[in-house]
C-alpha cells in the first residue's frame, strides 16, 4: 500500500460529517473554501509552522511536538497531529479545532472525536502506548476539551475507517446527508448541489436556496495605458504613468484581475495573486482574451476525462448542443416579446412565431450541420428586429442594419461585439473554476484557439446579459457618440467607453434572476457557474438530466 491509497485521519472526521463529501473530496479531489475552512486554516496556522515540525519544545515540565505525521498500513491510514504532548510520563494527541468548546452538558461531536481517536491509534502503531485520553483545543475559547479512548470510541474508529476505504474503491455517489441543515456550512454544496439534485430527479418542485446567490469578491479591471500594478501592504496599488493618482484596492477584497492594453504588473502581484487563487486575465483593448494565470490546472481530472469521452460520442454532442440552441432562440423569443410589449405589431407576433416554429424542428434533428442551420434562421430573426428595440431619437447615432464583427462597423455592434467578449472570458473562468477544459465542447467544433466549451455555455447567457446590457444602456442614455472612436467604416470603444461599459456589464452580472427550474433567485454570474456545475454532474452520472437556461 503507498501512500496516496492511505486515508487521512481528517478525511474520517469528514466522512462521518457526510459521506457524499468524503467522495467528493477523497475521490474526486474536488474541494471550494468557504468562511468555516478558511477560520479553520487560521486556526491551524500556529501548528502549522514548518519551521517547528516535530522539533521538541520544552516548557516547563511539557514537552510539545507540533505537525507530527504517523502512518499506518496496518489500519490504511495516515494523519499529521496537530500537537504532540508529553507530561509526567503520558504522551497524547492534541487537537486543534476553531470555535468555541461545547456546554460541558454536551459532548464534542463524534467526528471531531473519531480523529481524534484515530490519531492515538496511529501513536500506537508508530510505537508509542496507546493514550488513555487525548484532547480537543478549541481556538475560539481557548479551552481544551478532554477525550477517553475508550474501547467503544476504538471500534467505531475502526467501523468509520473500513467504510472510508470501501468508498474509496467505489465509483458510486453516495447518498445525499439526510440532515440538510449539514448543507448550509458545507464549503461543497455549490459543487454537490444537493437541493438541485433532488429537483431534477423529480423529488420536489422547488429547490431551498443553499448554495450562495452570489459569488464573493470583486473584479478589478486596469486598461489605462502605461498603468503599474505593483503590491503594497497586501493591497494592490496602481498608479499612472502621467499622474501621481494612485488607486488601491484591497487583495482580499478581489476575485479576479482583468488587464487590458500595455499594462504592467509586478512580479510580486503575479506570485501573490497565484497564492491566492486569483486568476489574472490578460486582453486587449477590443476584448480579445491573450490568457489567463492561474495557479494550476484544476486538479478535477477525472471531470475532464468524462468531458473528452462524452465530446467523443456523437449522440451525446448532438443532445447537449440541442439544448444549447433550443435555449438560446428561447431567450432571442423572450427578449423580442420584452422590448415589443409596448408597440407590438403583426410583424412581430410573426417573427415570435417563426423563431418558435424553428425551435420546434430542433427535437428531431439528426445532425450537427442542421441544428446550426436552425439557429443561424433564428438568429438572422432576431437581428433583423434587434433596431426596433432601441429608442426612435436614440437610432441616428445607434443605428443597427446587421450584425458585423471584426471588425465591428457602428456603435451597436461595437457594443455587442466587447460585451460577447467579456461573457466569454467570464465563461472561460468559470469552466476553468469547476474544473472543465474550455477548449473542449460540443456544439462549436474545435479550432485551434477555440475555447468550445465557454462558447456553448455562453449561448445561455448572450441574451439575458449581454444584449440586455447594450439595449439598457443605449435607451438610457448611457452612451454618448464621444464614447466611441470611429475611423473608414470601423467602430471600437475608446477608454471612456469601456470603463462605462464595464460598469453596465459588473452590475448586470450582478443582478438576480431567478432560475427557471429550481425558482430560487440567484446573479447571473453565479448562475453561469451554476451551469457548468450541472453540465459536470451531468456527464459523470451524478444526474440524468441536463438543462439550458433561460429567461422568462
Not at 516548557?59 to 499506518?72: A, C, E, G, L, M
Not at 455562453?458 to 446579459?465: N, V
Request: glycine content about 6%; aromatic content about 10%.
Amino acid at each position: 500500500m503507498n501512500n496516496s491509497e492511505l486515508i487521512p485521519v481528517s478525511a474520517l472526521n469528514t466522512y462521518v460529517y457526510c459521506s457524499r463529501r468524503f467522495y467528493l473530496e477523497h475521490n474526486r479531489g474536488m474541494f471550494e473554501d468557504n468562511p468555516h475552512t478558511i477560520e479553520g486554516r487560521t486556526a491551524h496556522r500556529v501548528v502549522d509552522d514548518r519551521s517547528k515540525e516535530g522539533k521538541e519544545i520544552n516548557k516547563n515540565d511539557v514537552i510539545h511536538r507540533r505537525s507530527v505525521y504517523f502512518s499506518s498500513e496496518n489500519f490504511g491510514i495516515i494523519g499529521k497531529l496537530d500537537l504532540l504532548e508529553e507530561k509526567e510520563n503520558e504522551i497524547y494527541p492534541v487537537e486543534y479545532k476553531k470555535g468555541k468548546a461545547p456546554n460541558k452538558n454536551y459532548a464534542p461531536w463524534l467526528n471531531d472525536q473519531i480523529q481524534l481517536c484515530a490519531q492515538a491509534l496511529l501513536m500506537q502503531e508508530n510505537g508509542l502506548k496507546l493514550p488513555d485520553k487525548a484532547y480537543l483545543y478549541y481556538v475560539g475559547s481557548k479551552k481544551r476539551v478532554e477525550i477517553q479512548i475508550t474501547e467503544n470510541l476504538i471500534l467505531e474508529t475502526h467501523r468509520v475507517i473500513a467504510a472510508c476505504r470501501l468508498i474509496a474503491k467505489s465509483d458510486v455517489l453516495p447518498p445525499l446527508a439526510e440532515n440538510r441543515n449539514k448543507c448550509f456550512g458545507c464549503s461543497l454544496n455549490a459543487i454537490c448541489l444537493p437541493e438541485e439534485e433532488e429537483t431534477l430527479k423529480g423529488k420536489k418542485i422547488n429547490a431551498k436556496v443553499i448554495i450562495p446567490m452570489s459569488l464573493d469578491g470583486d473584479i478589478l479591471y486596469v486598461d489605462h495605458i502605461g498603468a503599474y500594478v505593483s503590491l503594497s501592504d497586501g493591497n494592490i496599488k496602481i498608479t499612472k504613468p502621467e499622474s501621481d493618482d494612485i488607486v488601491t484596492a484591497s487583495l482580499e477584497k478581489v476575485r479576479e484581475i482583468i488587464i487590458c492594453g500595455p499594462v504592467q504588473a509586478t512580479t510580486q502581484v503575479i506570485h501573490e495573486c497565484l497564492k491566492k487563487n486569483i486568476p489574472i486575465h490578460y486582453m486587449n483593448f477590443h476584448g480579445k482574451q491573450l490568457g489567463v494565470s492561474t495557479p494550476f490546472f484544476n486538479y478535477h481530472g477525472i471531470l475532464r476525462e468524462a468531458q473528452w469521452k462524452a465530446h467523443f460520442d456523437d449522440k451525446i454532442c448532438l443532445d447537449l448542443a440541442k439544448i444549447t440552441v433550443s435555449s438560446k432562440m428561447a431567450n432571442m423569443k423572450t427578449l423580442m416579446m420584452r422590448y415589443t410589449r409596448d408597440e407590438r405589431t403583426e410583424d412581430d407576433v410573426d417573427f415570435f412565431d417563426k423563431i418558435k416554429n424553428l425551435n420546434k424542428k430542433i427535437d428531431p434533428v439528426k445532425d450537427m450541420d442542421s441544428l446550426r442551420g436552425y439557429e443561424g434562421m433564428a438568429a438572422r430573426i432576431y437581428f433583423e428586429c434587434f433596431e426596433r428595440y432601441i429608442k426612435l431619437d436614440k437610432r441616428a447615432f445607434f443605428y443597427f442594419k446587421e450584425r458585423n464583427r471584426r471588425p465591428p462597423k457602428d456603435p451597436v455592434n461595437a457594443l455587442l461585439s466587447f460585451g460577447y467578449s467579456m461573457l466569454v472570458k467570464d465563461c472561460i473562468g468559470a469552466a476553468i473554476r469547476v474544473g472543465f477544459d474550455p477548449f473542449c465542447g460540443y456544439y462549436h467544433s474545435m479550432k485551434y484557439g477555440r475555447p468550445s466549451l465557454s462558447l456553448d455555455v455562453m449561448e445561455f447567457f448572450r441574451q439575458p446579459i449581454v444584449d440586455s446590457v447594450v439595449l439598457s444602456s443605449i435607451n438610457n442614455g448611457i452612451f454618448k457618440d464621444k464614447d466611441f472612436h470611429q475611423y473608414q467604416g470601423v467602430c471600437y470603444l475608446n477608454e471612456k467607453g469601456r470603463k462605462k461599459f464595464l460598469i453596465q456589464y459588473e452590475m448586470r452580472k450582478k443582478d438576480l434572476v431567478t432560475h427557471p427550474k429550481f425558482h430560487y433567485r440567484m446573479s447571473y454570474e453565479r448562475t453561469i457557474e451554476l451551469q457548468y456545475r450541472l453540465l459536470g454532474k451531468f456527464l459523470l452520472n451524478d444526474i440524468d438530466e441536463y438543462q439550458g437556461f433561460y429567461i422568462r
